[in-house]
Protein backbone atom coordinates (compact mmCIF):
# COMPACT_ATOMS: atom_id res chain seq x y z
CA UNK A 1 0.00 0.00 0.00
CA UNK A 2 1.23 3.68 -0.60
CA UNK A 3 1.72 5.91 2.19
CA UNK A 4 -0.35 8.30 2.96
CA UNK A 5 0.75 11.86 0.66
CA UNK A 6 1.86 14.55 2.65
CA UNK A 7 -0.09 16.59 4.33
CA UNK A 8 -0.82 20.09 2.26
CA UNK A 9 1.06 23.18 4.44
CA UNK A 10 -0.83 25.56 5.76
CA UNK A 11 -0.93 29.05 4.11
CA UNK A 12 -2.78 32.02 4.87
CA UNK A 13 -3.60 33.89 2.02
CA UNK A 14 -3.97 38.04 3.36
CA UNK A 15 -6.13 39.18 0.43
CA UNK A 16 -7.05 43.00 1.29
CA UNK A 17 -6.64 46.19 -0.50
CA UNK A 18 -3.82 48.74 -0.11
CA UNK A 19 -4.26 50.84 3.31
CA UNK A 20 -6.63 48.19 4.29
CA UNK A 21 -4.47 47.24 7.45
CA UNK A 22 -3.09 44.22 5.78
CA UNK A 23 0.48 44.52 7.13
CA UNK A 24 -1.29 44.87 10.85
CA UNK A 25 -2.55 41.82 10.26
CA UNK A 26 0.41 40.39 9.00
CA UNK A 27 2.69 41.25 12.02
CA UNK A 28 0.14 40.18 14.59
CA UNK A 29 -0.42 36.55 12.36
CA UNK A 30 3.73 36.31 12.46
CA UNK A 31 3.97 37.25 16.24
CA UNK A 32 2.06 34.14 16.68
CA UNK A 33 3.63 31.60 14.80
CA UNK A 34 3.01 32.22 11.30
CA UNK A 35 6.28 32.21 9.17
CA UNK A 36 7.14 35.68 7.21
CA UNK A 37 8.95 35.49 3.96
CA UNK A 38 12.61 35.30 4.37
CA UNK A 39 13.66 38.27 2.45
CA UNK A 40 11.32 41.35 2.97
CA UNK A 41 10.18 44.38 1.07
CA UNK A 42 11.97 47.10 3.23
CA UNK A 43 9.88 49.57 5.80
CA UNK A 44 9.25 53.04 4.04
CA UNK A 45 8.19 56.24 4.58
CA UNK A 46 4.58 55.27 4.20
CA UNK A 47 4.50 51.91 7.06
CA UNK A 48 7.73 52.63 9.20
CA UNK A 49 6.59 49.55 10.71
CA UNK A 50 7.14 47.61 7.67
CA UNK A 51 5.11 45.69 5.01
CA UNK A 52 6.48 42.14 5.72
CA UNK A 53 6.05 41.36 2.23
CA UNK A 54 8.26 39.22 0.32
CA UNK A 55 10.23 41.36 -2.43
CA UNK A 56 10.79 38.54 -4.93
CA UNK A 57 6.37 38.19 -4.92
CA UNK A 58 6.21 42.06 -5.38
CA UNK A 59 9.02 41.54 -8.21
CA UNK A 60 6.71 39.05 -9.70
CA UNK A 61 3.82 41.04 -9.49
CA UNK A 62 4.97 44.15 -10.92
CA UNK A 63 6.26 42.17 -14.11
CA UNK A 64 2.65 40.20 -14.02
CA UNK A 65 0.65 43.61 -13.83
CA UNK A 66 2.51 45.44 -16.55
CA UNK A 67 2.12 42.43 -18.44
CA UNK A 68 -1.60 42.62 -18.48
CA UNK A 69 -1.57 46.22 -19.39
CA UNK A 70 -1.86 47.44 -15.75
CA UNK A 71 -0.24 48.99 -12.88
CA UNK A 72 -1.28 49.01 -8.88
CA UNK A 73 -3.28 52.66 -9.36
CA UNK A 74 -4.80 51.33 -12.50
CA UNK A 75 -8.83 50.15 -11.31
CA UNK A 76 -9.35 49.11 -14.69
CA UNK A 77 -9.38 44.98 -14.15
CA UNK A 78 -6.23 43.15 -15.89
CA UNK A 79 -6.27 42.90 -19.59
CA UNK A 80 -6.25 38.41 -19.26
CA UNK A 81 -6.89 38.06 -22.93
CA UNK A 82 -2.88 39.47 -22.75
CA UNK A 83 -2.10 36.11 -21.28
CA UNK A 84 -4.34 33.31 -21.99
CA UNK A 85 -4.69 30.07 -20.02
CA UNK A 86 -1.90 28.55 -22.50
CA UNK A 87 0.52 30.95 -21.91
CA UNK A 88 0.85 31.27 -18.32
CA UNK A 89 2.81 27.95 -17.56
CA UNK A 90 5.89 30.17 -17.18
CA UNK A 91 4.86 32.88 -14.94
CA UNK A 92 3.38 29.93 -12.64
CA UNK A 93 6.54 28.56 -12.88
CA UNK A 94 8.12 31.46 -11.48
CA UNK A 95 5.86 32.43 -9.01
CA UNK A 96 6.19 29.34 -7.33
CA UNK A 97 9.84 29.82 -7.89
CA UNK A 98 9.49 32.72 -5.64
CA UNK A 99 7.33 31.29 -3.04
CA UNK A 100 10.00 28.54 -2.48
CA UNK A 101 12.18 31.23 -1.87
CA UNK A 102 10.36 33.45 0.17
CA UNK A 103 9.23 30.37 2.63
CA UNK A 104 11.56 27.67 2.77
CA UNK A 105 10.46 24.56 4.47
CA UNK A 106 7.58 23.43 5.72
CA UNK A 107 6.12 25.28 8.52
CA UNK A 108 2.44 27.41 7.58
CA UNK A 109 2.99 30.83 6.37
CA UNK A 110 1.19 34.01 5.42
CA UNK A 111 1.62 35.16 2.06
CA UNK A 112 0.60 39.05 1.46
CA UNK A 113 1.01 41.44 -0.94
CA UNK A 114 -2.05 43.43 -2.33
CA UNK A 115 -1.68 43.06 -5.79
CA UNK A 116 -2.67 39.28 -5.78
CA UNK A 117 -6.27 40.24 -4.95
CA UNK A 118 -6.27 40.68 -8.58
CA UNK A 119 -3.48 37.98 -9.73
CA UNK A 120 -5.44 34.68 -8.05
CA UNK A 121 -5.56 32.71 -11.19
CA UNK A 122 -1.34 32.58 -11.00
CA UNK A 123 -1.35 32.34 -7.29
CA UNK A 124 -2.91 29.91 -6.74
CA UNK A 125 -1.54 26.98 -8.61
CA UNK A 126 1.86 28.32 -7.61
CA UNK A 127 0.95 27.29 -3.92
CA UNK A 128 -0.46 24.34 -5.17
CA UNK A 129 3.22 23.77 -6.63
CA UNK A 130 4.38 24.33 -3.49
CA UNK A 131 2.10 21.88 -1.44
CA UNK A 132 0.35 24.70 0.18
CA UNK A 133 -2.85 24.67 1.26
CA UNK A 134 -4.62 28.40 1.37
CA UNK A 135 -6.85 29.72 3.97
CA UNK A 136 -8.06 33.36 3.30
CA UNK A 137 -8.38 35.93 5.27
CA UNK A 138 -10.09 39.27 3.48
CA UNK A 139 -9.48 42.21 5.47
CA UNK A 140 -11.33 45.20 5.12
CA UNK A 141 -11.37 48.86 6.02
CA UNK A 142 -14.03 51.34 5.63
CA UNK A 143 -13.29 52.74 2.04
CA UNK A 144 -13.53 56.52 2.40
CA UNK A 145 -10.76 55.34 4.72
CA UNK A 146 -8.61 53.63 2.36
CA UNK A 147 -9.27 56.79 0.28
CA UNK A 148 -8.54 59.12 2.21
CA UNK A 149 -4.69 57.58 2.68
CA UNK A 150 -3.98 56.74 -1.16
CA UNK A 151 -5.23 60.74 -1.38
CA UNK A 152 -2.96 61.72 1.36
CA UNK A 153 0.23 58.96 0.62
CA UNK A 154 -0.03 58.90 -3.67
CA UNK A 155 -1.93 61.76 -4.24
CA UNK A 156 -4.84 59.25 -5.69
CA UNK A 157 -8.29 60.88 -6.12
CA UNK A 158 -10.78 59.85 -3.88
CA UNK A 159 -13.08 58.60 -6.92
CA UNK A 160 -10.53 56.27 -8.05
CA UNK A 161 -9.20 55.17 -4.67
CA UNK A 162 -12.62 53.69 -4.12
CA UNK A 163 -12.40 52.33 -7.47
CA UNK A 164 -9.32 50.49 -6.56
CA UNK A 165 -10.83 49.51 -3.72
CA UNK A 166 -13.90 48.07 -5.15
CA UNK A 167 -11.65 46.47 -7.66
CA UNK A 168 -9.37 44.50 -5.65
CA UNK A 169 -12.06 43.55 -3.42
CA UNK A 170 -14.59 42.24 -6.54
CA UNK A 171 -11.26 40.34 -7.94
CA UNK A 172 -10.09 38.55 -4.48
CA UNK A 173 -13.95 37.82 -3.57
CA UNK A 174 -14.83 36.20 -6.88
CA UNK A 175 -11.61 34.44 -7.03
CA UNK A 176 -11.31 33.03 -3.48
CA UNK A 177 -14.98 30.96 -3.47
CA UNK A 178 -13.96 27.32 -3.61
CA UNK A 179 -11.53 28.38 -0.57
CA UNK A 180 -11.80 27.99 3.27
CA UNK A 181 -12.04 32.04 3.64
CA UNK A 182 -13.36 34.42 6.70
CA UNK A 183 -13.35 38.29 6.65
CA UNK A 184 -11.68 40.45 9.67
CA UNK A 185 -12.67 44.36 9.81
CA UNK A 186 -9.42 46.31 10.73
CA UNK A 187 -11.45 47.90 13.79
CA UNK A 188 -12.70 44.68 15.11
CA UNK A 189 -8.56 43.45 14.94
CA UNK A 190 -8.04 46.90 16.51
CA UNK A 191 -10.55 46.82 19.15
CA UNK A 192 -9.82 42.91 20.34
CA UNK A 193 -7.36 40.97 18.69
CA UNK A 194 -7.78 38.40 21.23
CA UNK A 195 -11.40 37.48 20.27
CA UNK A 196 -10.56 37.71 16.35
CA UNK A 197 -7.70 35.15 16.59
CA UNK A 198 -9.44 33.28 18.77
CA UNK A 199 -12.98 33.43 16.16
CA UNK A 200 -10.94 32.65 13.54
CA UNK A 201 -9.30 29.51 15.12
CA UNK A 202 -5.73 31.04 14.17
CA UNK A 203 -3.00 30.50 16.64
CA UNK A 204 -2.56 32.41 19.76
CA UNK A 205 0.67 32.93 22.07
CA UNK A 206 0.38 34.03 25.33
CA UNK A 207 4.31 34.91 25.16
CA UNK A 208 3.52 37.39 22.84
CA UNK A 209 0.89 39.40 23.65
CA UNK A 210 2.20 42.27 25.47
CA UNK A 211 4.10 43.11 22.13
CA UNK A 212 0.95 42.58 19.34
CA UNK A 213 -0.27 44.97 22.03
CA UNK A 214 2.25 47.26 21.50
CA UNK A 215 2.79 46.83 17.91
CA UNK A 216 -1.13 47.90 17.42
CA UNK A 217 -0.96 50.64 19.54
CA UNK A 218 1.85 51.73 17.72
CA UNK A 219 -0.18 51.19 14.58
CA UNK A 220 -1.21 55.28 13.74
CA UNK A 221 -4.56 55.38 12.36
CA UNK A 222 -5.13 59.12 10.70
CA UNK A 223 -7.88 58.60 8.39
CA UNK A 224 -11.02 57.32 10.15
CA UNK A 225 -14.37 57.20 9.14
CA UNK A 226 -17.68 55.37 10.15
CA UNK A 227 -20.50 52.97 8.57
CA UNK A 228 -22.85 55.75 8.74
CA UNK A 229 -20.40 58.53 7.05
CA UNK A 230 -19.92 56.27 4.09
CA UNK A 231 -23.70 55.27 3.73
CA UNK A 232 -24.93 58.75 3.76
CA UNK A 233 -21.69 59.93 1.55
CA UNK A 234 -23.88 60.83 -1.37
CA UNK A 235 -20.32 60.69 -3.35
CA UNK A 236 -20.07 57.05 -2.98
CA UNK A 237 -21.47 54.71 -5.50
CA UNK A 238 -23.95 52.58 -4.47
CA UNK A 239 -22.65 49.64 -4.98
CA UNK A 240 -19.48 50.41 -3.08
CA UNK A 241 -22.12 50.95 -0.22
CA UNK A 242 -23.75 47.47 -0.78
CA UNK A 243 -20.44 45.33 -0.61
CA UNK A 244 -18.98 47.01 2.46
CA UNK A 245 -22.69 46.50 4.14
CA UNK A 246 -22.16 42.66 3.00
CA UNK A 247 -18.87 42.65 4.20
CA UNK A 248 -19.15 44.45 7.36
CA UNK A 249 -21.83 42.17 8.36
CA UNK A 250 -19.77 38.72 7.77
CA UNK A 251 -18.05 38.73 10.40
CA UNK A 252 -21.29 38.55 12.86
CA UNK A 253 -22.61 36.29 10.22
CA UNK A 254 -20.24 33.86 8.59
CA UNK A 255 -20.85 33.00 4.92
CA UNK A 256 -20.70 35.76 2.33
CA UNK A 257 -23.48 36.62 -0.05
CA UNK A 258 -22.57 36.86 -3.57
CA UNK A 259 -25.28 38.95 -5.10
CA UNK A 260 -24.05 42.38 -3.80
CA UNK A 261 -20.53 41.14 -5.40
CA UNK A 262 -22.14 40.20 -8.61
CA UNK A 263 -24.49 43.43 -9.26
CA UNK A 264 -21.18 45.35 -7.77
CA UNK A 265 -18.91 43.72 -10.89
CA UNK A 266 -21.77 44.10 -13.60
CA UNK A 267 -21.38 47.70 -12.83
CA UNK A 268 -17.74 47.79 -11.94
CA UNK A 269 -16.91 46.73 -15.42
CA UNK A 270 -19.27 49.00 -17.34
CA UNK A 271 -17.74 52.03 -15.92
CA UNK A 272 -13.94 50.97 -16.35
CA UNK A 273 -14.39 49.63 -19.78
CA UNK A 274 -13.16 52.47 -21.53
CA UNK A 275 -11.86 54.51 -18.10
CA UNK A 276 -8.28 56.25 -19.14
CA UNK A 277 -5.09 54.82 -17.46
CA UNK A 278 -4.10 56.04 -14.37
Known amino acids: MDPDPRPARPAVLVLGMHRSGTSALTRVLALH ?3 LPERMVKPGQDNPLGFWESQAVVD ?4 LLARLGRRYDDPRPPQWALLPVEARE ?16 DTPFILKEPRICRLLPIWLPALERL ?4 RVLLPIRNPLEVAQSL ?3 NR ?15 AAERDSRHLPRAVLHYDDLLANWRGQLARLGL ?3 RETALETDAFLSASLRHHEASTDALLRDATVPGPIKRVYAELRRAPAEPGLDPAPFDAAASWFHAITADAPAA
Do not use: Y
Not at 131 to 134: K, R, W
Open 131 to 134: GAAP
Open 60 to 63: VNQR
Open 203 to 205: PFR
Open 90 to 105: PIIAEAAAALAEAFPG
Open 33 to 35: GLA
Open 156 to 170: ISTAQGLLLWLGHVL
Open 151 to 153: LVR
